[in-house]
């Protein structure tokens, strides 16, 4: 907050900090005045530090400078201010820019240290915390990159603050993904909402992309990759392979308008569940049946079947030219109770001797199903 000496921040600006009476670190031996370590509430660039006066009386020439915060202590300098008057007497207010002020960027929730110094030869300084003080010269110059030691003016005679400009936003956009986490089977695809909306005005076009975190062995798919009106939205879909097992985080970035930002989402995978069975020599087809329970509103999930021959191949999985009958619910209001049939029929040739094949079977959130596999 600024002091209470009927002073107006500028349009946007922000106070770096203003100084206390007690409770400052001990230094000593040179004649610089330490005044606070203070925090910013936001970024922006540095435009002045000023000195305030309650009860100094005597004018003399000075500058203030600005420098980093190391643990507490202070680090190195960031920059100073050109020389000027320091005007005393009770509630005066003397303003300090140039210099390099003005190339000093302020970080939000960053701590600093605000000091000054005066061209009189010999001045009078108070140990903040013994209490004790005493006259010490130095030559009058420019601050040095780092402070070795520090002594006090007599600090009930002064106060400081900075103004730092912080600009009014500008045109931005935000990309929030629904649901931020989903839970598949093992062979099914995890599919996401992402929705945009503008801010300040923005009308760039964004566009998206897949840019890490996708499961091994498939292309994760944005759609469209493109979106230039606002509210907009487009899909992520993430397929899964059946040997697919996991957690995995993908990544979208979206970038517009000189703006860049990134949705994350959660795709976990339950590995598929094994289930051998012989298969006669002659055999043409095999059926997997999939049956399991079902209460709740919306879309049930989805089961995912894949038969592997002995060794591994051949393998027949849904999305290789397999018929199936995949009972399609979709409830909306109350919830119900339902049976879930998931039906698969497979072709297969060229078994001229009896073989053990295996059914690999995903269903995720459902912990309890029936499989039954037919022969013919």
């Not at 907050?1 to 349009?11: D, E, I, K, Q, Y």
């Not at 203030?64 to 509630?91: F, H, M, P, Q, R």
């Not at 003397?94 to 970080?107: C, D, E, H, Y």
């Not at 879909?237 to 959660?266: D, N």
Request: glycine share 12%; hydrophobic share 35%; aromatic share 10%.
């Amino acid at each position: 907050m600024l002091l209470s000496c009927g002073l107006t921040s500028p349009a946007y600006a922000d106070t770096l900090g203003s100084v206390g009476v007690s409770g400052f670190p001990t230094y000593s031996g040179v004649g610089y005045w330490l005044l606070e370590r203070v925090q910013s509430g936001s970024s922006g660039t540095l435009t002045s530090i000023t000195i305030y006066t309650s009860g100094a009386s005597g004018s003399q020439t000075g500058r203030v400078a600005i420098y980093a915060d190391s643990a507490g202590n202070v680090g190195s300098k960031l920059g100073e201010s050109a020389d000027g008057t320091l005007s005393t007497g009770t509630a005066v207010q003397t303003t300090f820019t140039s210099g390099t002020l003005s190339s000093v960027s302020i970080s939000s929730s960053t701590y600093y240290w605000l000091v000054f110094e005066l061209s009189g030869s010999s001045f009078y300084y108070r140990d903040g915390v013994a209490g004790k003080g005493g006259y010490c010269a130095r030559a009058y110059g420019s601050f040095p990159d780092t402070l070795t030691g520090v002594v006090y003016l007599n600090l009930r005679e002064y106060g400081v603050y900075a103004t730092y400009s912080t600009a009014p936003p500008g045109p931005d956009f935000t990309i929030t993904p629904s649901p931020a986490s989903q839970s598949v089977g093992a062979g099914s695809t995890a599919s996401f909402t992402l929705d945009l909306a503008a801010l300040n005005g923005f009308t760039d076009i964004v566009t998206l992309s897949v840019t890490s975190g996708c499961p091994s062995g498939v292309t994760c798919d944005v759609s469209p990759t493109s979106v230039s009106s606002f509210p907009g939205s487009s899909t992520l879909s993430v397929p899964t392979l059946i040997t697919t097992s996991g957690s995995y985080s993908v990544v979208v970035t979206a970038s517009g308008g000189g703006q860049t930002h990134t949705a994350t989402v959660s795709v976990s995978v339950s590995g598929a569940a094994q289930y051998s069975f012989n298969v006669k020599s002659g055999a043409t087809q095999i059926v997997v049946t999939l049956m399991y329970a079902w209460s709740g509103s919306g879309t049930p999930p989805a089961g995912s079947i894949t038969i592997v021959g002995p060794g591994g191949t051949p393998q027949y999985g849904e999305s290789s030219g397999a018929v199936y009958d995949r009972t399609s619910i979709a409830v909306s209001g109350s919830s119900s109770a339902y049976t879930v049939l998931h039906r698969v029929t497979f072709t297969v040739s060229g078994i001229t001797s009896p073989q053990v094949w295996t059914a690999l079977v995903s269903l995720a959130s459902v912990s309890t199903y029936n499989v039954m596999i037919e022969v013919s």
